[in-house]
Antibody, heavy 117, light 112 residues
Framework: EVQLLESGGGLVQPGGSLRLSCIGS????????MNWVRQAPGKGLEWVSV????????KDADSVKGRFTISRDNSKNTVYLQMNSLRAEDTAIYYC??????????WGQGALVTVSS | DVVLTQTPLSSPVTLGQPASISCKSS???????????LSWLQQRPGQPPRLLIY???DRFSGVPDRFSGSGAGTDFTLRISRVEAEDVGVYYC?????????FGQGTKLEIK
């Protein structure tokens, strides 16, 4: 059974940093691209970042470019999202999602990030 | 960026009746590999999104056959043949043909 489990969410002050982790199980982790998608309270879905299976290619949304960095450690079946210079508008539930070509097929339960003073 | 526009934004439906959601894309979703990567997600209250349909019309594993997808060009549709109580939630179309991946605004399905 494919499972994704996020961790690392919490309350952080504006300008602060946080690192999210997502551990995958039930599949050959290193052969799949992984994504981060976020959802602000009561709002829709917003794609954040993607990293290919081997980690050689990444892409970020313009809204987080230069502040967020996606990375992965396939030996630990884990994908990360390093978030710096956080703003109030980054407050959201952050989901990691596995990608098979052209679709996000499995999603984690999400990690809540709250940016507030 | 590709803008996906869903209609309606809210859909009150009687149990056992059909429901339909439209998703219109601002541009072609044909990927460089020739495929159209248009998917539909369901998000039940308090739950993460769940994949229902991918590549316009392929039903994901475990998804009931009352859910179907269709479309071509820039117009796509999700249909539920007979709505059940467990179908309540928000439905999103999403495209992964072009970066950045984008989502429709969501359509809230509720029971009359």
């Amino acid at each position: 059974e494919v499972q994704l489990l996020e961790s690392g969410g919490g309350l952080v002050q504006p300008g602060g940093s946080l690192r999210l982790s997502c551990i995958g199980s039930g599949f050959t982790f290193g052969t799949y691209a992984m994504n981060w998608v976020r959802q602000a309270p009561g709002k829709g879905l917003e794609w954040v970042s993607v990293i290919t299976g081997g980690g050689g290619f990444t892409k970020d949304a313009d809204s987080v470019k230069g502040r967020f960095t996606i990375s992965r450690d396939n030996s630990k079946n884990t994908v990360y999202l390093q978030m710096n210079s956080l703003r109030a508008e980054d407050t959201a539930i952050y989901y990691c999602a596995r990608e098979t070509p052209g679709t996000l097929d499995y999603w984690g339960q999400g990690a809540l990030v709250t940016v507030s003073s | 960026d590709v803008v996906l526009t869903q209609t309606p934004l809210s859909s009150p439906v009687t149990l056992g009746q059909p429901a339909s959601i439209s998703c219109k894309s601002s541009q072609s979703l044909v990927n460089t590999d020739g495929n159209i990567y248009l998917s539909w997600l369901q998000q039940r209250p308090g739950q993460p999104p769940r994949l229902l349909i991918y590549k316009i019309s392929d039903r994901f594993s475990g998804v009931p056959d009352r859910f179907s997808g269709s479309g071509a060009g820039t117009d796509f549709t999700l249909r539920i043949s007979r709505v059940e109580a467990e179908d309540v939630g928000v439905y999103y179309c999403t495209q992964a043909s072009h970066f950045p991946y984008t989502f429709g605004q969501g359509t809230k399905l509720e029971i009359k």
